[in-house]
């Protein structure tokens, strides 16, 4: 009697209608690939020793290793994110035998690196922005370098864990969950246990409502959108077994490969970014001249910032009473006010007030941001961090509006607006390197998630309908959360598509997979960020150990 072969991502007999997903690439498609990687970071260091050298910025062997380095474990961390998160996005289209194997994950990487390349870069700092403001405003510090790596090397690990057994676990949960261990770490084990040594909890909020909530839209959605399509559709061949390597119909085909197009290119666009906004607090930490001001901006968008500043110091000095500050106190007030997140006093107000008028002045001296020499970049970066993130918290405080009316907002929006655009800026080179890193990515190690999503979360196979419903509300609820910039789970939200799907369709769900991937979605914050503090803690007292603290 003959016997099915052995899977050899789990040791179970593979089912006979599975799809062919051994063929690898052929020869010319390895060479291509081998090529595009080295290109791309051959593309990379160029541009680096490129942006430094225009700045007049000369950077040691040391800092150059350190800096090679450090990028590396990031776009590795953008690498590993390809294939393990984007196997979800494929899974349908090979399961309802819509697209071949290889030519799946090609072109899903090819969508993915779209993505990165035509994103917003709003989620990029929405992630950063987890990060205490102390190690954002000190990030060439050791403690800084500690947090990065620590971060990235958590991350990665927990990831290539949960690939190693075949769950389909999300980067972005590992990622936030290295971020906030961190901070908490950096809390720790700092002299005081004021904000800026911790945790940004009032960011963390909004990022983990966006990390929940997404799977239970994906539920719900794929489980509501499936009984639609009944409803509406109703081809029997859309919600029956495929036949053995039979496509379906043209339609849902198109629709198939249209849905698993939209959540690689979402997936890019959310996902690519939150490397993106890392990969910037590399690049200040060890390139501060060329990386902490967006020194691409005009001598006219100069001038607008001078001028959204001294509005603003208008509006602030109006709410300060009699309130006078000299600029180093001012600073002060501005730290300690982010430290206790409270920022509803005339004291605080006369602070913003005094920095705001400085950072304007000073700008204006310089007439643009490519003028700002080496010497002053870090202490004009530091002001402008300190009023922006100030300025929100007051804001944020006067919930009725009593303190600042709309006209009053209207014009500390504009000026925190020239702040995000001179300090919070991804260059186009990272955004390439993200964009081939990811893409890259998701043409190796996709086996072992793929199979897990076509059949080991329902107990029958995936139907053309189960597959285009899963990945609509994928497409749809990534694609907004990138307009709202949340970055969300890609996994949380298919994985969940594909068992609400499931359910819809009246087959039933397999209990061991279901438990295996919450307990993993359950356990990825507290190991991870334990992980992560752990790392951050040996990196800083290594540092310490070899005097360089």
Not at 54 to 60: A, D, I, K, R, S
Not at 212 to 241: Q, S
Request: net charge positive.
């Amino acid at each position: 009697m003959a016997t099915s072969p052995i899977d050899a991502t789990g040791g179970a007999a593979v089912p006979p209608d599975r799809p062919d997903m051994d063929r690898g690439l052929p020869a010319a498609g390895r060479w291509l690939f081998l090529g595009t990687l080295l290109g791309g970071v051959i593309y990379a260091g160029y541009s680096v020793m490129s942006d430094t050298a225009q700045v007049g910025e000369t950077l040691g062997a040391g800092v150059l290793i350190f800096l090679a380095l450090a990028l590396l474990i990031a776009l590795g961390f953008e690498f590993v994110n390809g294939f393990h998160d984007t196997a979800n996005a494929v899974a349908t289209v090979i399961y309802t035998n819509s697209l071949s194997a290889p030519v799946a994950v090609v072109w899903s990487g090819l969508f993915n690196l779209l993505g990165v390349l035509l994103s917003s870069g709003a989620v990029a700092y929405s992630v950063v922005t987890l990060l205490p403001v102390e190690l954002i405003l000190n990030v060439g510090s050791n403690a800084g370098f500690a947090m990065t790596f620590a971060l990235l090397l958590a991350a990665i690990l927990w990831n290539l864990a949960t690939w190693y057994v075949g769950l389909p676990n999300s980067s972005s949960h590992a990622l936030i969950g290295s971020i906030l261990g961190v901070g908490f770490a950096n809390q720790l084990l700092s002299a005081g246990t004021g904000g800026t040594s911790g945790v940004e909890w009032s960011q963390a909020q909004k990022v983990l409502t966006g990390l929940l909530i997404a799977p239970v839209i994906g539920f719900v959605g794929a489980l509501v959108l499936l009984f639609v399509m009944k409803a509406v559709l109703r081809n029997p061949k859309l919600y029956a077994r495929p036949a053995a390597n039979e496509p379906p119909p043209t339609g849902i085909r198109a629709l198939l490969i249209f849905t698993c197009t939209a959540v690689s290119f979402a997936h890019g666009g959310n996902d690519g970014q939150k490397g993106m906004g890392l990969i910037m607090l590399i690049l200040i930490g060890c390139a501060p001249t060329a990386y902490a001001l967006d020194r691409s901006l005009s001598a006219r968008d100069t001038v607008a910032i001078v001028a959204q500043a001294n509005a603003a110091a208008q509006v602030f000095d109006g709410r300060a009473g009699t309130a006078s500050l000299a600029p180093g106190t001012a600073r002060d007030v501005l730290a300690s006010a982010l430290k206790t997140k409270s920022a509803s006093d005339p004291v605080v107000y006369a602070a913003l007030g005094t920095v705001a008028r400085d950072v304007g002045a000073r700008l204006s001296q310089y007439g643009a941001l490519s003028n700002v020499p080496a010497a002053a970049t870090a202490k004009l970066r530091t002001d402008m961090y300190l009023t922006l993130d100030a300025s929100k918290l007051a804001l944020k405080g006067d919930k009725d509006h009593a303190i600042f009316n709309d006209s009053d907002r209207t014009t500390i929006s504009s000026y925190q607006k020239g702040l995000e655009t001179s300090t919070r800026f991804i260059p186009t080179w990272v955004k390439i390197a993200v964009a081939i890193a990811l893409g890259l990515g998701t043409m190796v190690g996709w086996k072992r998630i793929v199979v897990t999503v076509g059949e080991k979360i329902g107990k029958t196979h995936m139907t053309y309908g189960m597959g285009a419903s899963a990945e609509m509300m994928a497409a749809a609820t990534i694609l907004l959360a990138d307009r709202f910039g949340l970055p969300v789970s890609t996994t949380h939200i298919l994985s969940s598509g594909v068992a609400g799907a499931t359910v819809a369709s009246g087959a039933g769900l397999q209990a061991s997979t279901i438990r295996n991937m919450a307990l993993a979605w359950v356990l990825t914050l507290p190991a991870v960020m334990a992980l992560a503090g752990g790392l951050y803690w040996l990196f800083l007292s290594l540092a310490r150990a070899a005097g360089t603290a």
